[in-house]
């Protein structure tokens, strides 16, 4: 039920409809024992700027930043981050972080590539700084021949990018699984789904809005078929 005390947390982007987001965060809050409420708000490029300033002035614990907005977000908010996912307000301002790379903390690794050019790939890049880069406006095909870890940060769904092997790790930040990665298992690598990825990133920025440790089996079980 939410109340006249219930807190809020939004989701920014265009579109949200599809995100497992709300019900993974509502599972959270009611998991702590929080009168919290995690909503999906549909925001145009256009009206960004004015839904950002609106978090503070409608009393909003924070928010996410999903596509296409990550970049510009990071513009409009004072930050040290190249591309924002996470808005927490704290004494009427606005602070910006990026959760996005949260699942790197469990993986071994010693090489890196990225692909895509948007929000996540800059996040998961500045996490990376040694990183290989591929996008389409820049290099590509991707060689990956050298790396034991593998970012799919792009939004291709039906399309190889890379043929991986066993020993390599890939990191498939689209849900459902996307075609690379069911090759990639296919020929023995190592594959952290999309739900994973959204899972890490969902539970570090509950961390940031609420102070408290994210219940993370009730995250995952809110998510997981």
Do not use: C
């Amino acid at each position: 039920m939410i109340s006249g005390e219930t807190r809020l947390v939004g989701l920014l982007g265009d579109p949200v409809s599809q995100s497992l987001s709300p019900r993974m965060q509502n599972a959270a809050f009611a998991a702590r024992g929080l009168d919290w409420a995690y909503v999906p708000l549909r925001v145009t490029a256009e009206q960004l700027e004015d839904a950002i300033r609106g978090l503070v002035a409608l009393g909003f614990a924070g928010a996410n930043v999903t596509a296409p907005h990550k970049l510009a977000v990071a513009k409009l908010v004072k930050t040290g981050e190249l591309s924002v996912n996470t808005l927490v307000v704290e004494d009427g301002r606005l602070r910006a972080y990026s959760t996005d790379a949260a699942i790197l903390d469990g993986l071994d690794f010693h090489r890196a590539a990225v692909l895509g050019d948007g929000g996540a790939a800059a996040a998961f890049a500045a996490a990376l700084p040694d990183a290989l880069r591929f996008a389409r406006r820049g290099t590509w095909p991707p060689d990956v021949s050298d790396v034991d870890l593998v970012v799919n940060a792009t939004s291709e769904r039906d399309e190889v990018l890379v043929e991986l092997r066993a020993g390599q790790t890939l990191v498939d930040l689209p849900y459902p699984r996307t075609a690379t990665a069911v090759a990639a298992e296919a020929a023995g690598g190592t594959v952290v789904d999309g739900l994973e990825v959204l899972l890490a990133q969902g539970a570090a920025s509950f961390e940031r809005w609420t102070g408290l440790p994210a219940p993370v089996e009730v995250m995952r079980a809110a998510i997981r078929p």
